[in-house]
């Protein structure tokens, strides 16, 4: 064995998302992309909106000094300033440049924040269904992850998080509108939970952080809205990045807010940006940022994943398959019509469709369908999820 | 404390480097930037070559969908096989786009491998003077770092290193050009060097690898090559980025290569792509890696480091400093007039002039001077240097 034991257990137990992506790569090859209805990554068809493709061209014809080279590791203050401006009345709490830490997405931010506030054998407890690679975060961390269901709507449930929570507790994270059920946690449920927080944050003597990951924010339907933790929570820290709102997840820029609240806040910042810097991301990359600096608030157009979810959403129904309708994000968590879903989603592959069953978001007997394709894409699949229900059911 | 045991330690020992680099900012705010002589960290001041703007604006101005979307963790196949047929026929062996990992920068690079490579309690032995952030990335592993002292001309002490290895050693890790001294490794010390991991390996039944960090590579002086450890030692990888040579520090984009023959590449492969995506990374920057596809081979102006390096070291040795001359990179590691060369480069703050002291990269009674500065930041600089000089002899 040459690489470490750790890690070579967990390459057998790797993402079923990247692996259903990688064998989507090769039925591709095989039968040519038209033929292959790939809903396995939350990958964004739709491509970002004309504003990034101006100030991106405008920004390479400048001919400044030194732009391309290292700033502080916390991000451009330009940047971390047109962040703050768009965050502070979002959520309705005096947000600053000084609060905001500009990092490698939403992963590169979540990778940091463990680092910095768990210390061996802490919890990190996370609500399923969720994305599974929050597990080898907090293991990057030295941290354990304690999973908890939430209701059969997929709602928080506040009680099994009341039940969970232990002196070993530090931190909740929870994604909202979530991948994979693309459910938005509501008002009460985020209320309930920061009271929650407090009680047990008193109760064992140490904070208990919350931390919302939220790159799907705004990506939303129906005129739901989201709540903000960080208006709610003292000890919170959001965690975004431009992946799926600006179709950039290839680019690696994202950022995590701070309460300005927050306890002991001037040690936790100068750790997170001396983690930011030693863990190897050093900083995020200096071109994206200011781009993104310029265009604060734009988003790809939400109506066309309105219109996508609208025809799997009508498309599903109609063969016979159940799901709740998201509230937000890309993706749609259907039961599935057998009680194996991995079986379940290798049916759908021999039909060419790529999902990822729910066993890799910790909800078994369901499937994820991320729905960021071309429309002819989800058009065309029906008759392989007809056929493929059909035979099971 | 919020921040957990460790990072609360870590926080108060930071990064000396960039403790000057904070530390100039706030003079340049007092004094105009014109004013400051800021040789703290590396940070090119030389531009991006040509081919680098014409090949970005390119880029920016094409219409493709999905382009700035995820790619295969690894790097886009096309990015990986333009560097693997650049490194081919520098290092003499059969590298292929399956031996090229894309990551964030050198820094990157080696906090995947560290993560892969050890187990809790591994040690990582690497030569000083070095770069001590190297210290943090083997710590995100678990693992234990060991200094070995070079020769006084900073050449690698083979024996020392010898003695130094035991059955917990798993990596050797060399940075030439090295930070701070500008030293090359000459072929002899690496040809040793490989000879004793191969004894070393054998006689503990296990592999020892040669991690060799070369972003310096192309930036070297007076004829000296930099030998190939790839084509030496079996068990070795190279680490590298466009930071320095395309002066891109701020962009993040850099690379790991594996020895071919490395023993059981295929699992080291799949942990060091499994790591790049986990450890937060997910991938290289999309655009920068379209864009350093296009240019390999091309690099800064080496001449106008060597112009540098020339004024610096004439006017220094004037005023009587002693110091070797660098074979590469664009740093310069004079022995400190005065013992002790914290109060030194205190001495040097007071006129305005940002050095990192050598206790920063494990060397007391140094100093290490980043000349990659405008011209005129080394002349006027060379007043205060005369008179700090003056003072402490």
Redesign the interface.
Known sequence: ????????G??SQ??WI?RMF?EG?ILKKQHGAQNVFDFS?G???V??PPEF?KA??QI??E?L?????????AGYLETRESVAAFLRPLHGIPLGAEHVIMT??A??????IF?????PG?EVLIPTPCFM?YR??VD?A?GNTLFVQTHDDFSLDLSAIREAISEKTKIVLINSPNNPTGRVYDNASIQGLSEILDVKSRTYGR?IYLISDEPYRDIVYDGVEVPSTLKVYRNSMTVSSYSKTL??????IGYLAVNPA???ID??M??LI??N????????????QRVIAKIQGVTVDVDEYRRKKDILCHGLASIGYEFSKPDGAFYLFPKSPIHDDIAFVRALQKRRILTVPGSGFGWPGYFRIAFCVDDATIVNSMKGFEEAFREGS
């Open positions: 064995m040459a690489v470490s034991k750790k890690v070579h967990f390459i790797s993402s990247r990688e790569n990554l990958n964004p068809s491509n970002p493709k991106l061209q390479s014809r001919d000094s030194g732009v391309h080279g290292y700033m502080s590791n490698c997405g992963a590169g931010a979540l990778n940091v680092k910095v506030l768990l210390d802490d690679e080898f975060y990057n030295n904070n179709s950039l997840a290839g680019e690696r927050l306890s002991h040690e936790v100068a750790g001396l983690y810097r030693t863990l190897g991301f050093v900083n995020a990359p200096a071109l994206m």
